[in-house]
T-cell receptor
Framework: AQSVTQLDSHVSVSEGTPVLLRCNYS??????LFWYVQHPNKGLQLLLK??????LVKGINGFEAEFKKSETSFHLTKPSAHMSDAAEYFC???????????FGAGTRLTVKP | GAVVSQHPSRVICKSGTSVKIECRSL??????MFWYRQFPKQSLMLMAT?????????EQGVEKDKFLINHASLTLSTLTVTSAHPEDSSFYIC????????????FGPGTRLLVL
């Protein structure tokens, strides 16, 4: 079965500095990988997804992630953090043989002025 | 883009009563819908997967008689929490997809349930 580990439960950055949210996955089949963002008391919004096309995936709001099979990683990055980026971020993996999505524990991003 | 709505957004009920939560795909047909539960400051846990016209498939540890799921049409799925208890208080989130394997799931805004 597939699983995902988000290595940091909380990341704090200053506005304007780079963001790195780390995610490692485990999958028996060719995985699809997703990053979702959840603002307080809101639903989840898809930031980006990887489905075996280009390994560098660009998403909304300036975020991007790189699929590295050798490292089983799918880290989320953004060159310059904005105050509005403060939220909870979930890395999600889905196997190629089913629709089950397994969520990571989440990383809370705090952006300081 | 694909929009999924949930109703109600918040509900407070007395212990022992039943609560129904609706999940609708507004601009696409959702062959498959998923129900998740999220406890405070925790990740989402999949409760069940429902395909239109079929019985839902429940995850291990989820009581199917307590959490009744109906997916009667391609745009509507309902979750009914029967005989609710305070420990059922949680944030319930649905998602919908067209049904193709690895197709993106689109999430609803969630329903916060508080059982007194």
């Amino acid at each position: 079965a597939q699983s995902v580990t988000q290595l940091d439960s909380h990341v704090s950055v200053s506005e304007g500095t780079p963001v790195l949210l780390r995610c490692n996955y485990s999958s028996s089949y060719s995985p699809s990988l997703f990053w979702y963002v959840q603002h307080p008391n809101k639903g989840l919004q898809l930031l980006l997804k990887y489905t075996s096309a280009a390994t560098l995936v660009k998403g909304i709001n300036g975020f991007e992630a790189e699929f590295k099979k050798s490292e089983t990683s799918f880290h989320l990055t953004k060159p310059s953090a904005h105050m509005s980026d403060a939220a909870e971020y979930f890395c999600v993996v889905s196997d190629s043989n089913n629709n089950d999505m397994r969520f990571g524990a989440g990383t809370r991003l705090t952006v300081k002025p | 883009g694909a929009v999924v709505s949930q109703h109600p957004s918040r509900v407070i009920c007395k212990s022992g009563t039943s609560v129904k939560i609706e999940c609708r795909s507004l601009d696409f047909q959702a062959t498959t819908m998923f129900w998740y539960r999220q406890f405070p400051k925790q990740s989402l846990m999949l409760m069940a997967t429902s395909n239109e016209g079929s019985k839902a498939t429940y995850e291990q540890g989820v009581e199917k008689d307590k959490f009744l799921i109906n997916h009667a049409s391609l745009t509507l799925s309902t979750l009914t929490v029967t005989s609710a208890h305070p420990e059922d208080s949680s944030f319930y989130i649905c998602s919908a997809q067209t049904g193709a394997v690895q197709e993106t799931q689109y999430f609803g805004p969630g329903t916060r349930l508080l059982v007194l």
